[in-house]
T-cell receptor
Framework: SAVISQKPSRDICQRGTSLTIQCQVDSQVTMMFWYRQQPGQSLTLIATANQGSEATYESGFVIDKFPISRPNLTFSTLTVSNMSPEDSSIYLC?????????????FGSGTRLTVV | AQSVTQPDIHITVSEGASLELRCNYSYGATPYLFWYVQSPGQGLQLLLKYFSGDTLVQGIKGFEAEFKRSQSSFNLRKPSVHWSDAAEYFCAVGKAAGNKLTFGGGTRVLVKP
């Protein structure tokens, strides 16, 4: 399956600042997904990122707060902007394995963000 | 819209006992169904998936799941749990290849010695 490198693995940030999370895949993938996992909660999709087009955001998530870049088929970034303590979560990127889902969706190890 | 329900928030099981985790989904057509496990401080690992064909699916780590269309269920089972199976388990549903996944709330499994 695809191997995903997600950075940073964790960070503690001051409120009002921004953090950019990177997701690097070892193979070309069409679609990349960004999820949020709030403390003790399940995963919620933030947006879907396709290379060469604007990301598609889910209800409750906006581009100004969570801008996403997808410059090529192996890389994407998610920025959490103007952070508040409510943004403290684990953020995960995920890819559809291009080998026709032979391995399903693969997830990065996540970025554990704490906003103080 | 698709949705997933995992009725059990916590399950405690003795080591060596069997385990069954429930998952019910809501979707109009045949869904893509997944079970993932998340160990403390770790990312998600795919245990197994169902797209079509045989409704009994074998996965990794000795897990299996059965798709029952009439009950809209995709329950996960393991005949004999090991202490290392203590983790959070998530059921997820997708509409098609390349589509987003919708996750259930998760079931936390505790394993007693």
């Amino acid at each position: 399956s695809a191997v995903i490198s997600q950075k940073p693995s964790r960070d503690i940030c001051q409120r009002g600042t921004s953090l950019t999370i990177q997701c690097q895949v070892d193979s070309q993938v069409t679609m990349m997904f960004w999820y949020r996992q709030q403390p003790g909660q399940s995963l919620t999709l933030i947006a879907t990122a396709n290379q060469g087009s604007e990301a598609t955001y889910e209800s409750g998530f906006v581009i100004d707060k969570f801008p996403i870049s997808r410059p090529n088929l192996t890389f994407s970034t998610l920025t959490v902007s103007n952070m508040s303590p409510e943004d403290s979560s684990i953020y995960l990127c995920s890819v559809e394995d291009y080998r026709v889902l032979r391995y399903g969706y693969t997830f990065g190890s996540g970025t554990r963000l704490t906003v103080v | 819209a698709q949705s997933v329900t995992q009725p059990d928030i916590h399950i405690t099981v003795s080591e060596g006992a069997s385990l069954e985790l429930r998952c019910n989904y809501s979707y109009g057509a045949t869904p893509y169904l997944f079970w993932y496990v998340q160990s403390p401080g770790q990312g998600l690992q795919l245990l197994l998936k169902y797209f079509s064909g045989d409704t009994l699916v074998q996965g990794i780590k000795g897990f299996e799941a059965e798709f029952k269309r009439s009950q809209s269920s995709f329950n996960l089972r393991k005949p004999s749990v090991h202490w290392s199976d203590a983790a959070e388990y998530f059921c997820a549903v997708g509409k098609a290849a390349g589509n987003k996944l919708t996750f259930g709330g998760g079931t936390r499994v505790l394993v007693k010695p």
